[in-house]
C-alpha cells in the first residue's frame, strides 16, 4: 500500500488575496444571515420568494433550514419558491423537509415539491464513486465552539457530496463496510481532520487518509492560512479545500 503524505500551505494569495477573500466570505455569510431573515420575515411574498431563491444559489448548507422552513409558509408562492430552491441547494437532506410536504394543497408548489424531491433523491441514490467515513472533527486548538465544528464537518460532508462520495455511517461494522464496497465497486477511506493553531495566528488543518476499513494509514494532507481572519471565516475556506486535497493525493477516482 502506498504511503503518500502532501503538505500544502493554502496561501492567501492563492485565494485571490486573504483581504479579498476574507471580505468575500464574510460577505456570504451576511447574504446567507440576511436571506434567511427576509425568507422567514419579509413583509412582501415577493421579497420572501427572492430570498428563498438567493439561498438556493448560495452553494451554503447552512441555507438547508430555511429554505425548509419556507414549504410551510403561508404564500403558496413563497412555498413554491423554497421548494424550487431546495433542489437548486442540493443538499440531499433536503429530502426528508420535501417528502413532509408531499400533500401541499397549491398545485404549482407540489409540482415544485415533486420535482426538486426527485433531483434530491437522484442525487441520494446515484451510484458512489467512492465510500467514506468521516470522523468527527478535532479541536486541538481548544478554542473553537461546536458550533464551527459543526458548520466545518458540514462542509466536509458537503464537498464529498459533490464529488460523488458515498459517507458511511459512523458506527459501521466491518462486515457491513466490504459489503458495500463489493456491491458498488469502489475504494474505501477513513478520513480523520484536525485544526490545531499556527504560530502566524492562523489554523492548520491536517486530514489523514486511512484505507476503510482495513484500517491501513496512506498518510496525511495538510493545509493553513495565516491570520487575519476570524477561525470561522478561514474554516470555511480550508474545510472544502482540504477534501480537495485528501482527494487528489491519494486519487480517490482511480
Not at 413583509?43 to 452553494?59: F, I, Q, T, V, W
Not at 451554503?60 to 425548509?68: F, H, I, K, R, T
Not at 433542489?87 to 437532506?93: H, I, N, Q, S, Y
Not at 486511512?210 to 495538510?222: A, F
Request: some cysteine; hydrophobic content about 40%; proline content about 4%.
Amino acid at each position: 500500500m502506498r504511503h503518500s503524505v502532501k503538505r500544502c500551505a493554502l496561501s492567501l494569495i492563492a485565494l485571490l488575496s486573504w483581504g479579498a477573500a476574507s471580505t468575500a466570505l464574510a460577505q456570504v455569510d451576511s447574504r446567507t444571515a440576511s436571506l434567511s431573515r427576509q425568507l422567514g420575515q419579509g413583509m412582501e411574498p415577493g421579497a420572501r420568494s427572492r430570498a428563498a431563491s438567493g439561498l438556493g444559489a448560495s452553494d451554503d448548507p447552512e441555507a438547508l433550514g430555511p429554505l425548509c422552513e419556507g414549504l410551510k409558509d403561508t404564500s403558496e408562492q413563497v412555498r413554491a419558491a423554497a421548494a424550487q430552491a431546495l433542489g437548486v441547494l442540493k443538499e440531499v437532506a433536503g429530502v426528508e423537509c420535501l417528502k413532509a410536504r408531499k400533500g401541499e394543497p397549491d398545485s404549482a408548489a407540489r409540482a415544485a415539491i415533486l420535482a426538486s424531491l426527485k433531483t434530491l433523491q437522484a442525487l441520494k441514490e446515484q451510484a458512489p464513486r467512492f465510500y467514506v467515513q468521516l470522523v468527527d472533527v478535532k479541536d486541538r486548538t481548544g478554542q473553537l465552539s461546536p458550533e464551527v465544528l459543526r458548520f466545518t464537518e458540514a462542509r466536509m460532508r458537503r464537498k464529498l457530496s459533490q464529488m460523488g462520495a458515498m459517507v458511511a455511517p459512523a458506527r459501521e461494522n466491518k462486515a457491513a463496510a466490504q459489503g458495500v464496497l463489493r456491491k458498488y465497486g469502489v475504494r474505501g477511506f477513513r478520513l480523520q481532520a484536525e485544526i490545531h493553531d499556527t504560530e502566524s495566528g492562523g489554523l492548520q488543518v491536517t486530514m489523514a487518509c486511512i484505507s476503510y476499513p482495513d484500517q491501513t494509514l496512506l498518510g496525511d494532507v495538510e493545509l493553513h492560512a495565516g491570520g487575519g481572519a476570524k477561525p470561522e471565516d478561514l474554516l470555511k475556506v480550508l474545510a472544502p479545500r482540504i477534501i480537495e486535497e485528501a482527494a487528489d493525493t491519494f486519487e480517490w477516482d482511480t
